[in-house]
């Protein structure tokens, strides 16, 4: 591959990727090349991993968080903040969740401009496609069996003429000479192309776009939910927006995931566009490369139907000079008329097929689709994958901050304000909400209440305190001195 990268050198984003370490299972170096082996795609399965087993990790610090510190510190009655606060964190996390609904509109604009790139690399391919379909056609244009049934037909009629009998033999030669050679040109192009990839990578690509459309969708509608559950504040609609959320963030670590393995697998064939689609055929590599360096600066291979060609192109003088000995012979063209225009017919057919594949074969048609679908890969498609990458990432951190944030807030949310009624029970309980026939009602200042407890104003409801005998099943007791200590 010494012409490589005579036309072509890779880009820093190619260099970057592909720069990342392969290693195995068993953490041991593996190659970096692009190979259609498990040795080299046990690399990208661990690094795909690598993000969902970071998101994990951070669910469990997530959870020890709200175990160990929200729980303990935060569930009890002296957690009541202002509404003001409440407010406060109800708004930044609305202007939190807008910048995530930018990153999605960010993310849903490179998903977009990705699958044009990807478009335009099937459309490349389809031209790959259109050429050796074109020019398996031309190779099927010749009828072996028709020419030789014409040709019997002619050897029959001429079994008394010398000359007719051997240019007949010599046509007859010819005639299988140029089937052998169109049918060796049909193989060859079946095993450089196959037709149906095109096809088949029309319909990964729709499913995978549409699939990353719907994703996109999901996570807008599920910001959008948890945006006005911040603004609402009720705490059922909370909690099942912050469960919603948690698998979103999931889904979107493992996206992150998949993008950093789909950029490791471009940036390794990107690195070396020519030896990755050797590995891929490896059936037909010198029809292959042929087409791969054709067009380099360096001397290119020769044309592996140049054989081919030059044999049916030999066979096709052979039969102009075996026919005009046939035409030459005025009583025995008129003889064979109709078997001779049926071979005629025929030899025309095959030589302007020969012609057709000429240039169909050559050099210029292929190479140019493959140029095209190797720009658009390598320069187009991984820039707007790279940005796409970056944009995914942010958006996997933001959403991994909000479920700490909003589980702040639903703390918030749930716990008492500082205007809320507070009861104390005959146990010396505060408890918000609530009320007794036997019970005080206050209103309290909750920040001078944890200073001073003493210092609460105390506000009687319109039931007068209970008294003595109300507390002894009405008897109205007195002590020695005379008097209801609960009424004086």
Known sequence: MACAGSNYTPGALVESFHRIPHVDINLNASTDAFSVSLNYFQAVIIWACIPILVCVCLYIIMSVYFILVCCCCCCGVERGKSNASRWACAVLQAVFMLFCLTLVGASFWAEVALDVDITSIISSTNSISNVVNSASLEATRFNASTTTNALNMMQTVANGNSNATSALTNLMSAV????????????????????????????????????????????????????????????PFVVVMMVILFF?????????????????????????????VLEISPTAQGTVGYYLNCNNTCPP???????????????????????GYITANQSLRNMVNMSLSTAQMQFTTALDATQNLFALTGCAPINKAYTDARQSLCNNAILHAVIQFGLVVTLAVCLIVQLFCGGFHAGLVSGPSDNE??????????????????????RSNTAAARTNPESIPLTPTDQPPPKYSDLTGGT?????????HFNA
């Open 176 to 235: 299988n000479l140029l089937d052998v050679n169109f049918v060796g040109i049909r193989y060859n192009l079946a095993s450089l192309w196959d037709t149906g990839f095109s096809s088949s990578l029309g319909l990964i690509e729709t499913a995978r776009h549409w699939a990353v459309i719907g994703y996109f969708i999901l996570m807008g509608i599920v910001l959008i939910l948890i945006l006005i559950a911040s603004l609402v504040r009720k705490v």
């Open 476 to 484: 109205n007791h007195r002590s020695s001195g005379g008097y209801d």
């Open 301 to 323: 291979p020769a044309n592996p139907f140049t054989t081919q060609i030059g044999n049916i192109n030999a066979a096709n003088i052979n039969i102009g000079t075996q026919l």
């Open 421 to 442: 009624e507070v009861i104390l029970d005959p146990f010396g309980d505060l408890t918000p909400g609530m009320s007794s026939t036997n019970a005080w009602n206050y």
């Open 248 to 276: 979103t963030t999931l889904l979107t670590w493992m996206a992150v995931g998949g993008s950093l393995a789909t950029l490791m697998v471009t940036s390794d064939i990107c690195h070396d566009p020519n030896t990755a």
